[in-house]
């Protein structure tokens, strides 16, 4: 799922985001990109907001990851050091097929008959 | 020394009309296109190591021999305070205009016998050794001597009053016509042009290194550390030098102020902050467990020297003003009495101000 957040995003930006994330919350493994192209400000709320996704992807063992940071965002992000928490990633396409790329290492990992042991 | 000087400081309003055609402003050379606008002010009216610019150009000028001093502004004045109190203020920014009030400061000091003008513009930031340019003027036949660092002009020009004085025409013509006839002083001592936020706080690492003349005000408690008047550090705070806290600047437990990083007076840097290669503009508060760097940070506005871009956070509880506190006062003085003696009324507003006291002790409400 990609949510793009919009330029200003405070509290009420917080709900909308949180209420449009319950859907993926419901499948095992929610993988969530935050495409943060446009965002121009953010505050607390936003802040908490990104916390409180990762939070709850993480309970069902998913993932968020965030993409397109805009410079400002950027700069928020590294102000209250969450750029150390969060994996981030130039574009929204490279951020999903970080998805992608973990999915087909579980898959092969399955598929494959044990070599080692044989 | 019977020198006259005026030193302008260029606002918005006047870097627009530097533009027009046929001033001479414009037509003397000068450092190229810059508006020296600092994050929304002037840099000349930033303070730098619990100074500003302009006042301490005005005291190098005082430490001279330069005693008539006006300062011609577009914008604010209040940074000029210290040594700038007994110079001439002007503010240009309301009518009748820069130029008016040029002429008008001219035409003061030639009526008191000026013999010599020198011209500042700030702008950029120059260690003028100004005997050696009054010497080198004087040596010359040119009525008009600009200042150059290599090939860039800076804004310092001397010029002779006689021609200005029996001239024809406004006093700003009568410069006009006196550019021809320039001499070009080469400069070569310290200079900042004072022309991007890069250059700001490289004129902050360089006063803090010792690589320039400014000096930090306050007292040097560590080699390389600074505290202005009333400066508080909580113990467990890490201040690496090189450092400056200017007065009244308080900062709080498990903050770390590192990279040469400059903090003006009535800064608040509150828990756990790391600040690293910063200047902290004054009456900036720097909110909880925040890593700052690389940045120039002036009340809510945050300008990031690697990103080059400057940032606006509306949320106080991240970067914002000291502004609360002098709120605080200004409610509780009203709660008080309306003329500001206890009155009656205190009794039943009592709670409200504690409940005000407690609001700024122990958390900043939204």
Not at chain 1, 60 to 88: H, N, Y
Not at chain 2, 55 to 79: N, P, T, Y
Not at chain 2, 215 to 223: A, D, L, M, Q, S
Not at chain 2, 258 to 264: D, F, I, N, P, Y
């Amino acid at each position: 799922m990609v949510i793009k957040l919009p330029e200003y995003v405070s509290a009420k930006e917080a709900r909308s985001f949180m209420r449009a994330l319950q859907p993926e919350l419901r499948r095992d493994r929610p993988r969530v990109v935050v495409d943060m192209s446009a965002v121009k400000d953010m505050d607390t709320a936003a802040l908490d907001m990104l916390l409180e996704c990762m939070s709850q992807v993480a309970r069902r063992d998913g993932a968020v990851k965030l993409a397109g940071i805009s410079p400002q965002a950027a700069t928020v992000l590294e102000l209250t050091r969450m750029d150390q928490i969060f994996e981030m990633f130039p574009t929204v396409s490279e951020a999903a097929s970080s998805f992608k790329v973990a999915r087909v290492d579980t898959l092969s990992d399955e598929a494959s008959p044990q070599p080692a042991v044989a | 020394m019977n020198i006259g000087v005026i030193v302008t400081i260029a606002g918005p309003a006047h870097t627009e009309s530097d533009g027009v055609k046929g001033s001479p402003r414009k037509r003397i050379e000068k450092a190229k296109a810059t508006s020296q606008l600092l994050m929304g002010s002037a840099a000349a009216s930033c303070d730098v190591l619990g100074q500003s610019i302009t006042d301490r150009v005005v005291a190098r000028l005082r430490s001279f021999g330069a005693q008539r001093i006006s300062i011609i502004s577009e914008g604010k004045l209040a940074a000029c305070t210290a040594t700038s109190a007994n110079a001439s203020l002007y503010r240009a920014g309301s009518t009748p205009g820069f130029w008016p009030a040029w002429d008008s400061v001219v035409s003061d000091y030639l009526t008191q016998g000026i013999e010599t003008l020198l011209l500042v513009r700030l702008g950029p930031y120059v260690e003028l050794d100004l005997l050696d340019l009054l010497r080198f003027h004087g040596e010359t036949a040119s009525p008009l001597t600009q200042v150059y660092k290599g090939q860039i002009a800076l804004d310092l020009v001397v010029v002779d009053a006689a021609p200005l004085r029996n001239g024809t025409g406004s006093y700003r013509s009568r410069l006009s016509a006196l550019i021809p006839q320039r001499q070009r002083y080469a400069f070569t001592g310290y200079a900042n042009r004072l022309a991007e936020p890069a250059d700001f706080r490289r004129l902050v690492h360089d006063a803090l290194l010792g690589r320039c003349a400014i000096r930090p005000v306050g007292r040097e408690v560590r080699p390389g550390i600074w505290y202005g008047v009333n400066a508080r550090v909580d113990r467990s705070a890490t201040i690496l030098a090189p450092a400056f806290l200017g007065a009244e600047t308080c900062v709080e437990a498990s903050c770390t102020i590192s990279g040469a990083s400059s903090l003006e007076r009535q800064c608040e840097v509150d828990y756990g902050t790391t600040v690293d290669d910063c200047c902290v503009f004054p009456g900036t508060y720097l909110g909880m467990g925040l890593n700052v760097r690389h940045a120039l940070v002036k009340g809510s506005r945050l300008f990031h020297l690697n990103r080059d871009i400057e940032v606006e956070l509306s949320d106080s509880r991240l970067i914002g003003t000291t502004a609360p506190s002098r709120q605080l006062g200004r409610r509780a003085r009203s709660v008080l009495a309306p003329n500001g003696t206890f009155g009656s009324s205190l009794v039943t507003r009592s709670s409200q101000l504690a409940s005000l006291l407690t609001t700024r002790r122990f958390g900043r409400s939204s």
